[in-house]
Antibody, heavy 116, light 111 residues
Framework: QVQLVESGGGVVQPGGSLRLSCVASGFSFSNSGMHWVRRDPGERLEWLAFVRYDGNDHHYADSVKGRFTISRDNSKNTLYLQMNNLRPEDTAVYFC?????????WGQGTLVTVSS | DVVMTQSPLSLPVTLGQPASISCRSSRSLVYSDGNTFLNWFHQRPGQSPRRLIYKVSKRDSGVPDRFSGSGSGTDFTLRINRVEAEDVGIYYCMQNTHRPLTFGGGTKVEI
């Protein structure tokens, strides 16, 4: 069955960095554009970043542009989100997802808490 | 960025009765190819979101036919024709016609 398993979340101080990973299985990851989406403590969803199936095109939300980097390794069926210069407002559950294909797939999410 | 505005924020519902959620975009969601990329997602408590509807009115596989989507341009509606207990949670509209993708603020459905 389809699985997206995120890891790498945790507690980090403001200004710190984290790298999230998402391992995919059960579908054609290497043919799928992939996204990172987060859900903040107020339950709002925010789209963060997209990477094309081959890794050669990326798009970012303004709120994370210049601080976050999305990447993928199709040989490992893995999606990444490098997060630098983290702020308290980045506190959220982070999901990797395929949301612009059919069907959609979501991971279970990983919690990132930015606090001193 | 395209702003997606949902209403109501909170929707008390009665089992077996219909319910509807509105989503309005700040600009037309019609893409240059004629498609309208408006989606609806449902998030049950403690779970990840799941898409119900894409391209305004197309139901995803496995989605009960009590869910329907409609609308055009900037105004869209999700309807549940007979609410069931499993329908509680938060509903979000999302557009992917324009970059960046943007979500509505969510509508919390409670029995």
């Amino acid at each position: 069955q389809v699985q997206l398993v995120e890891s790498g979340g945790g507690v980090v101080q403001p200004g710190g960095s984290l790298r999230l990973s998402c391992v995919a299985s059960g579908f054609s990851f290497s043919n799928s554009g992939m996204h990172w989406v987060r859900r903040d403590p107020g339950e709002r969803l925010e789209w963060l970043a997209f990477v094309r199936y081959d890794g050669n095109d990326h798009h970012y939300a303004d709120s994370v542009k210049g601080r976050f980097t999305i990447s993928r390794d199709n040989s490992k069926n893995t999606l990444y989100l490098q997060m630098n210069n983290l702020r308290p407002e980045d506190t959220a559950v982070y999901f990797c997802a395929r949301i612009t294909g059919t069907p959609d797939y979501w991971g279970q999410g990983t919690l990132v808490t930015v606090s001193s | 960025d395209v702003v997606m505005t949902q209403s109501p924020l909170s929707l008390p519902v009665t089992l077996g009765q219909p319910a509807s959620i509105s989503c309005r975009s700040s600009r037309s969601l019609v893409y240059s190819d004629g498609n309208t990329f408006l989606n609806w997602f449902h998030q049950r408590p403690g779970q990840s979101p799941r898409r119900l509807i894409y391209k305004v009115s197309k139901r995803d596989s496995g989605v009960p036919d009590r869910f329907s989507g409609s609308g055009s341009g900037t105004d869209f509606t999700l309807r549940i024709n007979r609410v069931e207990a499993e329908d509680v949670g938060i509903y979000y509209c999302m557009q992917n016609t324009h970059r960046p993708l943007t979500f509505g603020g969510g509508t919390k459905v409670e029995i």
